[in-house]
């Protein structure tokens, strides 16, 4: 049986279409970085499911229902709510997205010195504990690194490394253990719950906090439902609550599965860090019951944070997810498996094998896309991760890779149909795509605003 969109559409946004000349001269224009482009010069955008999701009709009544308040704000107190009963954690302060939540975070924890483990940190996340001085480490498991080896859960951290990495680096030079669920960078690919307990167990070993990076809990949660023993009759919300019962803390940007358009927040249980946290909350995002938020967007993401848990929503969802995938399989190309939670990721080595890591594969079929069919994807490898050693050599990333990121609730499947069509037509003709190479770089996050020149020459 078709699983249908749980929705029906009660608001409607025009697309606009382009020509194939004019994406040619828009993407010389961006510099050959799909983040430069103006999204009105994009048909089908999935550079990210993040703040795109399109709101449901309660949330938009509930942003005009919120409560401007600056202190005491009613609608902080809803956010509150719905989230000390989802996490059980006793403190939650907003931030207007995930990366505040980082800053705020590991400018307190933080520092040269410390180094911070995670199954793989999310950019942002390795960027602010970067740029407090402290070392960001993935210790993902080894599955989890191969994109065509298919596994339920290759988001899982490697416990054994990360045993070995504490022993290293000194038990009193870590100040927390991290998890990122759904594994974002590594192809939104779940954690298990078995795998979270383990973590929980070394973390009680060596009495060290754990922190869950929790933007796509729901869509981890209904993966633990669906593929690991014992969970298939416990309800999503279940399963949310028992993963956060073994975390002492989590950020998370509520761009994704709080299914609104902005907002984060950090929690924790630790009354001092939350005292510390509140005060720099306070000189750089704002009063503690809006955190640099407009009230009516906590509004919005406490009904979200609740739609998120439903079962229909998720199931199409994750489907949605798998027949994208399902259907680029059929036709021979490249993706990731098992699909994740939000997104297929292209694998670009062995979708263009003959472009170097160096000269960003992704990146040469990120550009492909937008110029076949006006889709907007985002390279996740050389251009992301890549560096140059002090020695002046490349050094690439474990993996390259396309991310076709899906908005929640804003493409039908036609749409799906439509992106399969010209991904499979850039993959009949990869033996044309080139290379790049970056023209002009900064020097943290450099794939945002990097810009690129295309190689005409063939190796
Ligand atoms: N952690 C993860 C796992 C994320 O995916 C993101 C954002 C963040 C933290 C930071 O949150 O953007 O609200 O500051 N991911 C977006 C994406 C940008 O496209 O995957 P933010």
């Known amino acids: 049986m078709t699983i249908i969109e749980p929705f029906k559409i009660k608001a409607v946004e025009p697309l606009t279409f382009t020509t194939r000349e004019q994406r040619e001269r828009l993407l010389e224009q961006a510099h050959h970085n799909v983040f430069l482009l103006r999204a009105e010069d994009v048909l089908i955008d999935l550079l990210t499911d993040s703040g795109t999701t399109a709101m449901s009709a309660r949330q938009w009544a509930g942003i005009m229902d919120g409560d401007e308040a600056y202190a005491g704000s009613r609608s902080y107190y809803k956010f509150e709510k719905v989230l000390k009963n989802l996490t059980g954690l006793e403190h939650v302060i907003p931030t207007h997205q995930g990366r505040a939540a980082e800053k705020i975070l590991f400018s307190l924890v933080g520092g040269p010195g410390k180094s911070i483990p995670n199954n793989t940190h999310f950019d942002t996340t390795r960027a602010n504990i970067e740029y407090s001085g402290a070392e960001a480490v993935d210790l993902l498991n080894a599955v989890g690194k191969q994109p065509e080896v298919r596994a339920d859960f290759k988001g899982n951290m490697d416990v054994d490394a990360l045993v070995a990495f504490i022993e290293d680096r000194g038990v009193e030079n870590i100040p927390l253990v991290m998890l990122t669920v759904t594994n974002n960078s590594g192809g939104g690919q779940p954690v298990s719950m078995q795998n979270i307990k383990d973590v929980r167990a070394v973390c009680d070993r060596f009495g060290l906090p754990l922190f869950l990076d929790a933007c796509r809990f729901a869509e981890n949660a209904m993966f633990i439902k669906m593929r690991e023993p014992g969970y298939a009759n416990k309800s999503v919300r279940e399963i949310a609550q028992e993963m956060f019962s073994y975390a002492d803390g989590a950020t998370m940007s509520a761009k994704k599965d709080g299914m609104s358009n902005t907002g984060g927040f950090l929690a924790m249980n630790d009354d001092d860090l939350a005292g510390r946290a509140r005060t720099v909350l306070i000189v750089t995002?704002?009063?503690?019951?809006?955190?640099?938020?407009?009230?009516?967007?906590?509004?919005?993401?406490?009904?979200?944070?609740?739609?998120?848990?439903?079962?229909?929503?998720?199931?199409?969802?994750?489907?949605?997810?798998?027949?994208?995938?399902?259907?680029?399989?059929?036709?021979?190309?490249?993706?990731?498996?098992?699909?994740?939670?939000?997104?297929?990721?292209?694998?670009?080595?062995?979708?263009?094998?003959?472009?170097?890591?160096?000269?960003?594969?992704?990146?040469?079929?990120?550009?492909?896309?937008?110029?076949?069919?006006?889709?907007?994807?985002?390279?996740?490898?050389?251009?992301?991760?890549?560096?140059?050693?002090?020695?002046?050599?490349?050094?690439?990333?474990?993996?390259?890779?396309?991310?076709?990121?899906?908005p929640r609730r804003v493409y039908t499947q036609s749409h799906v149909d439509y992106c399969v069509e010209n991904i499979v037509q850039v993959f009949n003709n990869r033996d044309k795509l080139t290379g790049y190479r970056i023209v002009e770089e900064a020097p943290y996050l450099r794939h945002f605003t990097a810009k690129l020149s295309r190689i005409t020459a063939r190796r």
Do not use: W
């Not at 998720?314 to 680029?328: H, M, N, P």
């Not at 050693?389 to 991310?403: C, H, I, K, T, W």
């Open 285 to 406: 995002e704002g009063f503690p019951t809006y955190g640099g938020l407009a009230r009516r967007d906590l509004e919005a993401l406490a009904i979200g944070l609740e739609e998120v848990l439903d079962e229909n929503y998720l199931t199409y969802r994750l489907r949605t997810i798998e027949y994208f995938g399902d259907r680029l399989l059929e036709a021979g190309v490249p993706i990731l498996e098992p699909t994740g939670g939000h997104a297929v990721y292209l694998d670009a080595k062995r979708f263009a094998p003959h472009i170097p890591p160096e000269h960003f594969p992704g990146q040469a079929i990120t550009c492909a896309l937008y110029l076949e069919g006006g889709i907007r994807g985002v390279e996740i490898g050389s251009l992301m991760f890549g560096s140059t050693d002090a020695s002046g050599v490349f050094q690439a990333p474990p993996m390259e890779l396309v991310r076709l990121a899906m």
